[in-house]
């Protein structure tokens, strides 16, 4: 059986259509990272999609341009017999926590997050002490959902 969805968007006479902006990205390392002595952000030096030139790749951090609703996904792999202790940070704020356990060997660690942002936010992750993430397992990517009516 095939669905078929059919999306109606009506303007009335005088309105403006305005299309949504294209804000997306994903990103990766490209070496193992910790164990660390102290809290730290993770840098994410291997970038695949950079869509509206939101994630600052200098920082590692996304930096909000368009006020709005944002998805973030974190998927943290630890190094082995290593405990990834992982925080998604909003403004200097911990706010989602991921666990990779040690004792399962490779502990593996995911979180997803909703966020309403306003312009000038900051999202990345932060690697708590005593954590260690793999490379290029160790992933972080965010998108626009809508933009905030103004």
Known sequence: MTCIFI????????????PTPKIAFFVTRTS???PVQQDTNIEFDKVFLN????????????VCKINGTYVFN???????NQ?????????????????GDKRSGFGVASNTVIFQLVE????????KKDS???????????????????
């Open 7 to 18: 999306h109606v968007v009506i303007i009335f006479p005088g309105e403006k259509c305005v």
């Open 32 to 34: 193992r990272f910790g």
């Open 51 to 62: 869509q509206g030139q939101s994630f600052d790749e200098h920082a590692s951090q996304f």
């Open 83 to 99: 405990n990834a202790f992982v925080m998604i940070m909003l403004n200097e704020q911990p706010r989602i926590p991921l666990h």
């Open 132 to 150: 260690a993430i793999s490379n290029d397992s160790s992933t972080f990517s965010g998108y626009l959902i809508y933009v905030d009516d103004p």
């Open 74 to 80: 974190a998927h943290m792999l630890g190094q082995e």
């Open 120 to 127: 000038g936010d900051k999202v990345y992750l932060r690697l």
